[in-house]
């Protein structure tokens, strides 16, 4: 069986790309097509002869670096890629690659990260990010994503069988594409993690620093209580968040997988603020036997039970996550750090490779 997997963008190494990672390990031959690639971050993880790109990489670097400009022109290029010769596509998509093109004897299996949020239920929060854009553009804007939004529909009908990374995203396709969705939740390499029953007194977040991930609650609860917080990941948002920190707050930057996992095991606790439609980083934490503090939407949800490996704050305010903070203070005796460890290893990279088997069965039985 010839076998190709579409992804949105190589152009960082985050949850969605730790999926393709692992459906490039279940298919080795099979080519990867992608938007945009960058070969200095992901090169080393999915080498440059097996990726095809498309026709953004003859635009210039500054160009493709600002490449969410491009949007209104993403549909028209995903829809380039000649797929005609495979008999199975895997796109890993959380935007524009459930929208490629194929024949009829090519079956589709999409694994779903989100419809892409800034078109569905995000687009007057987005809007709202943009501080220093007009209201006239704004505007323009607003209806460039309402014809990106009307292809996306379109295009989910094009998907022979639909994978949601979590219930939460098995809800969006369900209301955004009218299509049904087995869950199958992200592989999270558990065995990399050590569970350990001590800690260094200093609780963490590991994030990209960006407004959607609203580290600057975590920020202001800290900056109250004076406890130790370490950061460690990087954006657009971190020159603001620090100024706003007080000394007891330490910005790490971006730091490698191995450095994660040492302050990962070492840490009191896990902050998660924001809302995800999965997120690796808390099961990462229990794998740890660490207990997670998470916002009480999304993914997290699916993965942290409150007063068992975590607790949750329902708010996304200030006096949300100190009502959370207190539970978590009050509870944190009574975590058991192998009660923490057993349930993350529902999440093991096994489980996921089980069932993109069986879902690959049944799309092409």
């Not at 200095?40 to 498309?54: E, L, Q």
């Not at 200093?202 to 900056?223: A, C, E, G, M, Q």
Request: with cysteine; aromatic share 12%; glycine share 6%.
């Amino acid at each position: 069986m010839q076998v190709a997997l579409v992804h949105d963008f190589l152009i960082r190494l985050g949850g969605a790309e730790r999926v393709l990672f692992e459906l490039s390990k279940m298919y080795p031959k099979a080519p990867i097509y992608t938007l945009l690639y960058d070969e200095k971050v992901c090169g080393a993880v999915f080498p440059k002869d097996r990726v095809k790109v498309s026709s953004l990489k003859k635009l210039p670097g500054f160009v493709r670096k600002r490449h969410k400009y491009l949007f209104p022109f993403m549909p028209m290029v995903v829809e380039q890629f000649d797929l005609s010769k495979f008999d199975l596509v895997i796109s890993s998509s959380n935007a524009y690659a459930h929208g490629v093109v194929t024949n009829l004897r090519t079956k589709h299996l999409c694994y779903c990260h989100s419809p892409m949020r800034y078109a569905w239920d995000w687009t007057h929060n987005y809007l709202k990010e943009q501080r220093s854009m007009s209201e006239f553009t704004k505007r323009f804007v607003l209806k460039r994503i309402e014809k990106v939004r009307m292809w996306d529909r379109i295009a989910s009908d094009r998907v022979d069988k639909y994978i949601a990374n979590s219930k939460t995203v098995q809800d969006r396709i369900a209301k955004y594409y009218r299509r049904e969705a087995d869950v199958i939740f992200p592989p999270v390499d558990v065995d990399r993690f050590t569970a350990r029953n001590t800690n260094e007194n200093y609780f963490l977040i590991v994030s990209t620093l960006t407004p959607y991930k609203r580290i600057d609650l975590p920020i202001s609860l800290f900056n109250r209580t004076g406890m130790r917080l370490v950061i460690i990941g990087d954006g657009n948002a971190r020159h603001e968040l620090e100024k706003m920190s007080g000394p007891n707050i330490d910005f790490l930057g971006f730091k490698s997988d191995d450095i994660v996992r040492e302050y990962m095991e070492n840490c009191r606790g896990v902050i998660f603020a924001g809302e995800d439609d999965f997120g690796i980083v808390p099961v990462e934490a229990m794998a740890c036997g660490k207990p997670v503090l998470a916002y009480g939407k999304g993914g997290a949800t699916e993965t942290v039970l409150p007063g068992v490996t975590g607790e949750f704050f329902y708010e996304p305010t200030l006096t949300g996550i100190e009502d959370g903070m207190a539970r978590f203070l009050l509870n944190e005796k009574n975590y058991s750090y192998s009660d923490i460890r057993k349930h993350a290893e529902k999440f093991k990279t096994e489980v996921f490779v089980d069932g993109i088997k069986k879902a690959v069965k049944e799309v092409t039985r």
